[in-house]
């Protein structure tokens, strides 16, 4: 029962994610149409399909699957054993600043924080992180721009999930 339990939760929160969606019923139909995952979960089980089901309701959206791919590539530099948070201290914007190529690479805008890149490069570099973050593109290495580097990447992880 404990884990029939857990995978009709797990399921759910695969097609609705962690905010369920609010369901009508207008005497006809749900809308939106709803998902009756204890019915999926005990179909597949019946047809030995279980190891299916996730890839089957799984959201197949470029934007979802972009998240995800995301958060996968998070947690693969924060599992790797040579990783350690990086704060940037210094507003230079060059090649010299280690700390600020090593939160590029980090975050997945340069191949690697050893990475040979041009001054031009990296202020197209830093204009798509601050277009990431949310930030005005100006190619300036300011403080509201640190500041965002500077959120631990286990912290993005979460916002991301």
């Known amino acids: 029962m404990y884990f029939t339990d857990i995978a009709i ?3 759910r929160d ?3 994610g962690n905010h369920p969606p609010v369901l009508d019923y207008n005497g006809l139909k749900y809308n939106p149409d ?3 995952i204890t019915t999926l979960l005990a179909t597949a089980i019946e047809h030995n399909q279980l190891n299916g089901l996730l890839n089957a309701i799984e959201i197949k959206s470029k934007e979802y699957l972009a998240l995800k791919n995301k958060i996968i590539q998070y947690n693969n530099i924060i599992e790797d054993k040579h990783f350690k948070e990086i704060l940037i201290t210094s507003n230079q914007l060059n090649t010299n600043n280690v700390a600020f190529l090593n939160k590029l690479y980090q975050l997945g805008f340069i191949e690697s924080d050893t990475a040979k890149i041009t001054d031009l490069q990296l202020i197209t570099k830093l204009k798509m992180a601050q277009r990431f973050l949310g930030l005005s593109d100006d190619g300036l290495l300011k403080n509201a721009t640190i500041n965002a580097l500077n959120i631990p990447l286990a912290s993005r992880v979460t916002e991301l999930s």
């Open 9 to 11: 939760h797990f399921f």
């Open 14 to 16: 695969i097609v609705y």
């Open 34 to 36: 709803c998902t009756d």
